[in-house]
């Protein structure tokens, strides 16, 4: 008799699609595998505010009528981030806007924009399930970049989407072999002329996007920007003689300047993450070991009319943005 066995999460994925309507689902054109995958479908289920029977539980077969009262989805995604593959198409719709310019290398410049792009039909693969589950109208509400010693660089989404169809048989993905960023190919940050030793740091997008539960639908309406989108740059510095201080005094003057890292690949792979206008918004130093004091500082990101707070720029060979 053969065994029979839950199934595993090796292989996970997620393919993309960008629509051209907002919630209606398009063919999927782009895959790339994942570290982590959440996708959730919750369908919230009230009950008549009714006094109903004289049973101790709410019971619908003694004059209480549950119905739907929400019916929302969303997607928590974490993949490594590359120079060169389908990573670039969830930049641009994570920051809003991205031109391409040169002739070979090309550079592709991701700025945040409003509105966002359309939307993303993402169909999401269990690992070695049979099935997957296709969500429709998906956006990008947050998202965060970071780097850490020994590490590739992790790129994490957080998605609201409009619903999923019932989950059926999966489609067979093809990769695109995408060049991935390594914390060895980090660049130090330049800052104000500071150059500090970084340990490690988070790049963060929030586009301050809500669901719109309307009459008529139990599911979302295109999620509205309800505030301004907010960019942060978290770093862990060693405390030197160097720059240790001289961040502390720019902190506490309120100092602005972009804040820029580069981190260099192989043959023409370079990326480029520039925070606009950046000021030291948290300091924080804690002592708790003979060792190597470390600084945390959180930098907060401003627009100014022409720069609007944050900036990705990926060098590649290829000629599109968006590798399909």
């Known amino acids: ?22 919630g209606t689902p398009v063919s999927i054109t782009n895959w790339l595998r994942v570290s982590s995958l959440t996708a959730t479908r919750e369908i919230v289920r009230e009950v008549d505010p009714v006094l109903g029977s004289d049973s101790a539980a709410a019971n619908v077969h003694l004059g209480a009528v549950s119905f739907t009262a929400s019916d929302n989805s969303s997607l928590s995604v974490e993949i490594p981030f590359a120079y060169d593959d389908s990573t670039e198409l969830l930049l641009k719709h994570a920051l809003g806007a991205v031109a391409t310019t040169g002739a070979g290398p090309y550079t592709h410049a991701f700025t945040l924009a409003t509105p966002l792009p359309t939307g993303l039909t993402v169909e999401a693969i269990y690992g070695t399930a049979a099935n997957s589950e296709t969500f429709e109208g998906c956006q990008i509400a947050s998202w965060e970049i970071s780097a850490e010693v020994g590490k590739p660089l992790m790129f ?10 019932a989950r059926g048989a999966k489609s067979t993905p093809t990769y695109t072999s995408g060049s991935r960023a390594y914390h060895h190919q980090v660049g130090t940050l330049s800052w104000n002329a500071r ?5 490690g740091w988070k790049l963060s997008g929030d586009n ?19 505030s301004a989108i907010a960019v942060s740059l978290e770093v862990t510095i060693e405390y030197d003689s160097t720059t240790g201080d001289n ?16 981190v260099t690949g192989t043959g023409n792979d370079v990326a480029t993450f520039v925070l606009h206008n950046a000021r030291i918004t948290g300091h924080t130093m804690p002592v708790s070991s ?6 945390t500082l959180t930098l907060t ?8 707070g944050c900036k990705i720029t990926v060098v590649n060979d290829n000629a599109t943005a968006v590798t399909n």
Do not use: C, F
Request: without cysteine.
């Open 156 to 165: 994490s989404l957080d998605l609201i989407g409009e619903t999923s169809a």
């Open 195 to 199: 150059t500090p030793t970084m340990v």
């Open 208 to 226: 301050g996007l809500e669901r719109r539960q309307l009459l008529g639908a139990n599911t979302t309406g295109v999620p509205s920007p309800e």
């Open 301 to 308: 990101g401003y627009g100014d009319g022409t720069d609007h």
């Open 1 to 22: 008799m053969a065994l029979t066995l839950p199934y595993a999460g090796r292989g996970a994925s997620i393919g993309l699609g960008e629509e051209s309507t907002w």
């Open 247 to 262: 961040v502390y005094a720019d902190y506490l003057a309120q100092t602005a300047a972009d804040a820029t890292i580069i």
């Open 290 to 295: 003979r060792g190597k004091l470390i600084q």
